[in-house]
């Protein structure tokens, strides 16, 4: 006699057949090396929170935390392409949104990302903007984990209150302040310059306040002449703050700048929201922020994205790498200590501080321009030149011969003629 199965039954027994059946997912093992320049204060905070995801989610693989310390990278990019030429890649690697990576070669040492960017659904949860910056020769080559801006100005409070001071609005009202706490014997403007690349990360703040955001975009797109007299207003502009900055900047880096608010001897710093991710791994509360004088409405913006290597030795735990960069609880555990906000537009505000979330707010409404210091206006070769001239400029102070040397870098890059 045949049994009858009652259907619910049937069902249950198929269900765990076919659970039976289905192959465990395989658990990675081996290592992952992942190449970056964040060593310390919130980017390696931030970095060491997804970290700890990866390892949660992949107890048996290693990760390789290779890191070349120095801001923007610049001792990391110069290591890096050794390594990538050399045939010695990481498996992944810390590659800012936009024409950075260039300098790469991406189609001879990158793996394209277009597969991933689909299955993982990002052309959806990451702005329009930002996508079009990623792609490069019609294809994406990292994952973003974040948006940085870099037109901040940072204060102490106590130093402005004590003095009756607002966090100023114009250049007029910057250089008013500034004599205010010099008379006090604060250092008005704090500024490290060691690393070659923070001058560069002022003036473009500086040119994206006296241009204007069409007319900052426009120097690197070859629609404003770099000999424009507001180029001219920008670099007196520049000149004339290095005048009230701390005598020893060459010596520091921005972090050491930094540390000249927290100690109440300073009073404003121009540099990006990396410095919200430091400050708070000093458990430091006292600065207020603003946007750089005459930028209000302009987000100077930067990405971090993360790359795949052709020659990665650790294939899939490399995949599982990025698929977590572009998670959102990866970029909700990496940003609220890192200093910036997601990539994606569907994190959490109530994760994120008091100065995190203005600038979610910033950047949905003001108008984006892409920052050249780190790597989104231009080509590395023309970025690079560009710091150079900025960072002989602060010290020398010639605003002919740099005007000059920046008309020069835009024709030998083939967008001025
Ligand atoms: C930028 C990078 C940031 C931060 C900063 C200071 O280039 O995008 O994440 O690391 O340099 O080092």
């Not at 402005?160 to 100023?168: A, I, R, S, T, V």
């Not at 704090?190 to 923070?198: L, P």
């Amino acid at each position: 006699m045949r049994c009858k199965i009652p259907s619910i039954v049937g069902l249950a027994l198929a269900a765990v057949v076919l659970t039976a059946a289905a192959p465990a997912p395989k658990e990675l093992s081996g290592k992952l090396e992942m190449f970056s320049w964040w060593t310390a204060g919130g980017e390696a905070d931030g970095l060491n929170a997804m970290y700890a995801l990866y390892r949660k989610a992949n107890p048996k693989v290693e990760i390789i935390n290779a890191t070349v310390a120095g801001g923007a990278g610049t001792n990391a990019k110069a290591v890096l392409s050794t390594r990538l030429t050399g045939g010695d890649p990481p498996d992944s690697f810390q590659l800012h949104a936009g024409l950075e990576v260039e300098k790469y070669e991406p189609q001879k040492f990158l793996q394209p990302l277009d597969g991933l960017y689909t299955s993982e659904g990002w052309t959806k949860v990451f702005p329009k903007d930002l996508i079009a910056l990623l792609k490069y020769k019609d294809h994406f080559w990292g994952v973003p984990v974040n948006i940085h801006r870099a037109n901040v100005l940072w204060y102490n409070r106590k130093v402005f209150d004590d003095n009756g001071l607002k966090p100023p609005t114009t250049w007029t009202e910057f250089f008013k302040s500034s004599d205010a706490l010099k008379a006090k014997g604060i250092v008005p403007l704090v500024i490290g310059t060691k690393e070659g690349w923070e001058a560069g990360h002022t003036f473009e703040t500086i040119l994206a306040s006296v241009l204007g955001p069409n007319g900052y975009k426009g120097l690197w797109a070859g629609t404003t002449p770099w000999t424009a007299p507001k180029v001219t207003d920008a670099l007196n502009t520049f000149k004339r703050l290095m005048t009230y900055a701390n005598t020893d900047y060459a010596a520091l880096t921005w972090s050491d700048a930094a540390q000249y608010l927290v100690d109440g001897k300073g009073g404003m710093h121009i540099m990006g929201d990396w410095t919200d991710g430091w400050f708070t791994s000093k458990n430091y509360t006292g600065y207020g922020w603003a946007p750089v004088p005459g930028s209000q409405g302009t987000f100077d913006a930067l990405s971090d994205s993360f790359a795949a290597t052709k020659g990665a030795k650790d294939q899939a735990n490399l995949m599982a790498w990025l698929k977590l960069a572009g998670s959102k609880a990866g970029q909700e555990a990496f940003n609220p200590k890192k200093g910036s906000i997601c990539a994606r537009t569907d994190c959490d505000p109530k994760l994120f501080n008091a100065y995190l979330q203005s600038a979610m707010k910033d950047w949905s409404t003001n108008a984006i321009v892409p920052s050249v210091a780190h790597g989104a206006a231009a080509v590395e070769k023309w970025a690079t030149v560009y710091k150079d001239i900025l960072n002989a400029f602060a010290t020398r102070g010639d605003v002919a011969a740099a005007q000059k040397a920046l008309q020069q870098a835009c024709v030998d890059n083939e967008v001025c003629k």
